[in-house]
């Protein structure tokens, strides 16, 4: 380990990820990106995320994203001789993430009850569609069920139109993102004293479904339900709380979206797009009244940036302390200036595609940030490394293993 891998956030802590396509994996990204040691644990025939999107002369690209910073080995943890090495490996882990059916890894004999035995310190995070317990425990569930499920596919899309779907991982990132964070209350829970008082040593599992997350930042719409029977319907662009909030078009055919989620910026968008008497319409002077004149208000502030250019309504707007931004496509967002001098995208060398560009580690950490040391290895790139470097088993004894399919 180099001096710059020991002073990330995470150097010393060992991942397992036994997950595929999306969100198990993503977790394992994120920690790795501060540093934590991710092991890759593939399927001989490889992870299903290798044959999912574009690839360039042969190679995923969704791959090198996704699995940047972890080691990969091939084992089929549904054999006997497979599932020896997978408890071995798990048996000196601190974070085991899996993203089996419920009961699937209970059925092959390395359950939670059979590996917290093994390894009492372990975290496992255990990402489901539905979660350990209830009656969809068993069915299979994606990201895009969760997004129709949670509420999400119903509030959005326009007024007259069907429940739109995300065209991305929606559900799998948000859910990736409270996995990662839960990881860190349980390993803080067992190692950090708290009060003069050690922590407890003790690991837990994770239950981690894809609906609930996606559910949870959907806002206060279940307390509105309980409370005023209120069922948020679709709007489009436009916000149920507050106008204007939308996305416009400018002179030359270009798109901004504009929010006005503080009152002040409000009276702001209203004086630039109306002058005075805009912004002092008795009418407009609350939330409740702005929603009731959507319509007049939008055709206003739309007209105003319709009769600009992008880079004039964006010079005016940040002239005036108003929120507005312009809609990128990637290519117009990888260009930008403030993108390129944040770093946001970052290029990262690679024996396949040469110098291949991503998107950077965020957040941004101001004395231990994290770091991408390298893309997506091709498969089994690590098998002797891990399964002989560091649980010592013979050249002859990974031959054995490859010619029965364990690796």
Same mark, same amino acid.
């Given at each position: 380990?180099?001096?710059?891998d020991?002073n990330?956030p995470?150097a ?7 997950s /595929? ?17 991710v ?9 299903s995320?290798?044959?999912?999107g574009?690839?360039?002369?042969? =190679?995923p690209?969704?791959?090198k994203?996704v699995?940047? !910073? ?5 084992? !089929?943890?549904k054999q ?11 048996a ?14 209970e059925?092959w004999?390395?359950g939670?009850? @059979?590996?917290s035995?093994?390894n ?20 299979a ?5 969760a ?25 799998? %990132? ?12 349980a390993?803080y ?5 708290r009060?003069? @008082? ?38 489009g662009?436009? /916000? =149920? ?13 270009r798109?901004?979206?504009?929010s006005?989620?503080?009152?002040s ?17 008795? *009418?407009w ?7 009731a ?5 939008d055709?206003? @502030? ?9 880079d ?7 002239k ?6 312009p ?15 944040? %770093? ?15 998107q /950077? ?37 990974? *031959?054995s293993?490859k ?5």
């Amino acid at each position: 380990m180099t001096e710059e891998d020991r002073n990330l956030p995470l150097a010393g802590l060992r991942v397992i990820d036994a997950s /595929s396509i999306f969100a198990g994996p993503l977790i394992a990204t994120l920690l790795g990106d501060f540093g934590a040691d991710v092991i890759k644990v593939e399927h001989p025939t490889g992870d299903s995320l290798r044959k999912t999107g574009l690839k360039k002369d042969g =190679v995923p690209l969704w791959w090198k994203v996704v699995s940047r !910073n972890k080691r990969c080995i091939t084992l !089929n943890i549904k054999q006997g001789r497979g599932q020896d090495l997978f408890k071995r490996l798990v048996a000196d882990a601190d974070v085991l993430i899996e993203n089996f059916r419920t009961g699937t890894l209970e059925k092959w004999g390395i359950g939670w009850d @059979v590996l917290s035995a093994l390894n009492p310190r372990l975290v496992m995070v255990r990402v489901t569609g539905f979660g350990q317990t209830g009656p969809y425990r068993h069915r299979a569930g994606f990201g895009t069920l969760a997004e129709a499920m949670s509420g999400f596919a119903h509030i959005t899309g326009e007024p007259d139109g069907p429940p739109t779907l995300p065209p991305f991982g929606l559900a799998d %990132g948000i859910a990736a993102n409270y996995g990662a964070f839960a990881t860190m209350f349980a390993l803080y829970e067992r190692d950090a004293p708290r009060n003069g @008082v050690p922590g407890s040593g003790k690991g837990q599992y994770i239950d981690l479904s894809l609906y609930e997350p996606l559910f949870s930042v959907l806002g206060a719409q279940p307390t509105m339900f309980d409370q005023l029977g209120v069922i948020q319907q679709r709007t489009g662009n436009r /916000s =149920v709380n507050n106008v204007p909030r939308n996305a416009y078009q400018t002179k030359e055919g270009r798109w901004v979206a504009l929010s006005t989620s503080a009152e002040s910026i409000v009276f702001r968008v209203l004086r630039l797009c109306g002058g005075e008497e805009a912004a002092n319409d008795p *009418r407009w002077q609350t939330a409740e009244g702005r929603l009731a004149c959507a319509d007049e208000i939008d055709a206003l @502030v739309g007209g105003w940036i319709a009769r600009h250019s992008l880079d004039e309504v964006l010079d005016a707007f940040e002239k005036a302390e108003a929120a507005i931004g312009p809609v990128y496509d990637v290519e117009q967002l990888m260009n930008d200036r403030h993108v390129r001098e944040r %770093g946001s995208v970052t290029e990262v060398a690679d024996p396949d595609l040469g110098t291949v560009r991503m998107q /950077s580690v965020f957040p941004l950490l101001s004395r231990t940030p994290g770091r991408i040391k390298h893309a997506g290895p091709r498969l089994g790139q690590h098998n002797e490394e891990i399964l002989c470097g560091e649980l010592g088993l013979s050249a002859e004894e990974l *031959r054995s293993l490859k010619a029965e399919g364990v690796v």
